[in-house]
């Protein structure tokens, strides 16, 4: 099961990859080198962000140069990717391990996968594979599981009002109703300006 191409961060892979936040770390970097991370890793990549308890980091053959990064966790806290794509959509996934391939910018969620993609929809499965630049999405059931997907409907402008609505409050009934009110007014101040001027000659 896949989903369809879209605009994902075309320019996240052409980005340094830094590992913000760890509490440990136990390795060097060298070329054909694993270096490991462990405590609240976070590592960001232009918009992306991977995090979990524990980060290894390959580095390529020939170089230092990322090749891919293996991100575990706990139950309580599984790893988790997240990138904003070109039209401004937030992606976030959550699995019980992580694998991100840098050179082909591919992330592979294994156990218990879940991607939601922001204005798109969301997947379930026991594997999902997606690619950090065009959004494009595997989803596999595993054993005897299955795949789940959620596909939102377009988001549509609120309807002009109906035919015939508008009149349901016309205003040429309420004209009438305010000069005969403010009629009786009048009458009533030219009666009572009578009186006051009676009672001013009597005095």
Same mark, same amino acid.
């Given at each position: 099961?896949?989903?369809?191409?879209?605009?994902?961060?075309?320019?996240?892979?052409?980005?340094? !990859?830094?590992?913000?936040?760890?509490?440990?770390? $136990?390795? %060097?970097?060298?070329?054909?080198?694993?270096?490991?991370?462990?405590?609240?890793? @976070?590592?960001?990549?232009?918009?992306?962000?991977?995090?979990?308890? &524990?980060?290894?980091? %390959?580095?390529?053959?020939?170089?230092? /140069?990322?090749?891919? !990064?293996? &991100?575990?966790?706990?139950?309580?806290?599984?790893?988790?990717?997240?990138?904003?794509?070109?039209?401004?959509?937030?992606?976030?996934?959550?699995? $019980?391990?992580?694998? %991100?391939?840098? &050179?082909?910018? !591919?992330?592979?969620?294994?156990?218990?996968? %879940?991607?939601?993609?922001?204005?798109?929809?969301?997947?379930?499965? #026991?594997? @999902?594979? =997606?690619?950090?630049?065009?959004? =494009?999405?595997?989803?596999?059931?595993?054993?005897?599981?299955?795949?789940?997907?959620?596909?939102?409907?377009?988001?549509?402008?609120?309807?002009?009002?109906?035919?015939?609505?508008?009149?349901?409050?016309?205003?040429?009934?309420?004209?009438?109703?305010?000069? /005969?009110? #403010?009629?009786?007014?009048?009458?009533?101040? /030219?009666?009572?300006?009578? #009186? /006051? #001027?009676?009672?001013?000659?009597?005095?």
């Amino acid at each position: 099961m896949s989903l369809q191409p879209a605009l994902a961060k075309q320019d996240d892979r052409n980005q340094p !990859i830094h590992v913000v936040h760890a509490e440990s770390f $136990d390795g %060097y970097n060298q070329p054909n080198t694993v270096s490991t991370f462990t405590g609240n890793v @976070l590592i960001t990549q232009g918009t992306m962000k991977l995090t979990g308890e &524990v980060a290894k980091i %390959y580095t390529a053959k020939e170089d230092t /140069s990322v090749d891919h !990064i293996i &991100v575990t966790g706990t139950p309580q806290k599984r790893p988790h990717i997240e990138q904003i794509d070109d039209n401004g959509n937030l992606m976030t996934g959550d699995a $019980d391990r992580l694998d %991100y391939d840098n &050179v082909k910018g !591919i992330a592979v969620l294994t156990g218990n996968a %879940y991607v939601h993609q922001q204005n798109k929809g969301d997947a379930r499965g #026991a594997k @999902l594979t =997606y690619n950090t630049q065009t959004s =494009y999405m595997v989803g596999e059931s595993g054993g005897g599981g299955q795949v789940t997907m959620t596909f939102l409907p377009k988001q549509k402008p609120l309807p002009p009002p109906k035919h015939g609505a508008a009149p349901a409050t016309p205003p040429t009934p309420a004209k009438p109703a305010t000069k /005969s009110n #403010a009629a009786k007014p009048a009458a009533s101040s /030219s009666t009572s300006a009578p #009186a /006051s #001027a009676s009672s001013a000659s009597k005095e």
